[in-house]
């Protein structure tokens, strides 16, 4: 089985108690030891087997392989990725059975990571991410007071889009925000609205 380590908490001595997305479900896990393990860290792709699936206790990771990127090594580069697949446990926290969208979404993203700036594939990765869910919601009106946008505009959690004056975060012009609905694309997007872009993005999916 594979699947990304979303976050790692200590458990007893120098036990943790890792989170990992698989292709069509999120679970915890129990692994001995696993603070001396230096493949389980968090936002690692990991193959993996389980035991102990009854029920009475957590179920135990064992025969773990890593498979690495090359980004890894770079440190600005893994940072970000740390950032971004910390989102991913409390959003899918009580998601039950998950389909392979999300495994998928960061596998993607795993591979392109080094082939282009990591927030603009954070914030292309985020539109799917609503679009797959049915929350991109294009609107000709401020989230916030309901009045008709202008030609700038800015966008919330979500990507709701917003007067500036509404939200205090600077303003993009409309027309690169409404191709970017369309396209799901930042590449009319300098880094500065990248930037802001990925600001949203970090406060939550």
Same mark, same amino acid.
């Given at each position: 089985?594979?699947?990304?380590?979303?976050?790692?908490?200590?458990?007893? =001595?120098?036990?943790?108690?890792?989170?990992?997305?698989? +292709?069509?479900?999120? &679970? /915890?896990?129990?692994? $001995?030891?696993?603070? /001396?393990?230096?493949?389980?860290?968090?936002? =690692?792709?990991?193959?993996?087997?389980?035991?102990? +699936?009854?029920?009475?206790?957590? !179920?135990?990771?064992?025969?773990?392989?890593?498979?690495?990127?090359?980004?890894?090594? &770079?440190? =600005?580069?893994?940072?970000?990725?740390?950032?971004?697949?910390?989102? $991913?446990? !409390?959003?899918?926290?009580?998601?039950?059975?998950?389909?392979?969208?999300? $495994?998928?979404?960061?596998?993607?993203?795993?591979?392109?990571?080094? /082939?282009? =700036? !990591?927030?603009?594939?954070?914030?292309?990765?985020?539109?799917?991410?609503?679009?797959?869910?049915?929350?991109?919601?294009?609107?000709?009106?401020?989230?916030?007071? &309901?009045?008709?946008?202008?030609?700038?505009?800015?966008?919330?959690?979500?990507?709701?889009?917003?007067? !500036?004056?509404?939200?205090?975060?600077?303003?993009?012009?409309?027309?690169?925000?409404?191709? $970017?609905? &369309?396209?799901?694309?930042?590449?009319?997007?300098?880094?500065?609205?990248?930037?802001?872009?990925?600001?949203?993005?970090?406060?939550?999916?």
């Amino acid at each position: 089985m594979k699947g990304f380590v979303l976050s790692l908490t200590r458990a007893k =001595n120098e036990d943790m108690i890792a989170t990992v997305l698989s +292709e069509h479900r999120m &679970e /915890r896990y129990y692994r $001995f030891y696993g603070a /001396r393990h230096s493949i389980l860290q968090l936002g =690692n792709l990991i193959d993996f087997e389980v035991e102990g +699936e009854d029920g009475r206790f957590l !179920p135990r990771l064992r025969s773990l392989r890593h498979h690495g990127f090359t980004w890894q090594y &770079e440190r =600005n580069r893994l940072m970000l990725w740390h950032d971004f697949i910390k989102l $991913f446990e !409390p959003h899918l926290r009580d998601a039950g059975e998950l389909d392979r969208f999300y $495994f998928d979404l960061l596998l993607t993203a795993a591979r392109h990571w080094d /082939r282009q =700036n !990591p927030k603009r594939i954070v914030v292309e990765s985020y539109h799917t991410l609503l679009a797959h869910e049915g929350r991109l919601h294009p609107s000709d009106r401020c989230y916030i007071c &309901e009045q008709p946008l202008r030609d700038t505009v800015s966008l919330m959690t979500a990507f709701h889009p917003a007067h !500036p004056e509404c939200i205090y975060v600077p303003s993009i012009p409309r027309p690169v925000i409404e191709d $970017f609905f &369309e396209s799901g694309k930042t590449l009319y997007m300098d880094d500065v609205m990248v930037e802001q872009l990925y600001d949203a993005v970090r406060k939550g999916l």
